[in-house]
């Protein structure tokens, strides 16, 4: 899909703030959104921002804001917290390079929870819900020793 939305329009619109990572509205067909942080953040943890009727992912508008033209690849939130738009901590990557930034193996983010699944015989085995990303590797890390295990080093590099 071609991006018609240039960087001189996301300006007359959008204010960004590199160091916050936060999009603010200075012109809007709402008076009262004047001044405030644009978008929402969505269910997989993104920002999201609607500029002249059109939704876009906030890390792929600081790339047009900041760079003047949109990225060709991925943008990859370096720290994994798909809401911190700051430009310190986005960069363009392959599909290839963002995947293995993606976290460890068997868990990822959604919303505001962590999720942990293990494959063993063919079959996705969830592993729960959990507040912090370190429950969830550990979720997954008990099953992996569990499901896998030969040798696994743990955390600390003792023997599971």
Not at 129 to 138: M, P, R
């Amino acid at each position: 899909m071609a991006k018609t939305l240039t960087p001189q329009q996301l300006k007359e619109v959008l204010f960004y703030d590199p160091g916050t990572g936060i999009f603010t509205r200075i012109k809007s067909h709402q008076p009262e959104l004047v001044g405030k942080e644009a978008g929402y953040t969505d269910s997989q943890g993104y920002r999201r921002i609607k500029v002249n009727s059109t939704k876009y992912f906030a890390h792929r508008l600081v790339f047009l804001y900041m760079e003047g033209k949109w990225p060709v690849q991925q943008v990859d939130h370096i720290n994994r917290e798909r809401s911190d738009n700051r430009w310190e901590n986005l960069r363009e990557v392959s599909n290839k390079e963002n995947a293995q930034n993606s976290g460890a193996k068997g868990y990822s983010k959604g919303g505001n929870r962590w999720y942990a699944q293990i494959s063993t015989g063919g079959k996705n085995i969830y592993l729960g819900s959990f507040a912090t990303s370190e429950e969830a590797a550990s979720a997954y890390l008990e099953a992996k020793y569990k499901y896998h295990s030969t040798t696994m080093k743990g955390k600390y590099g003792q023997e599971l």
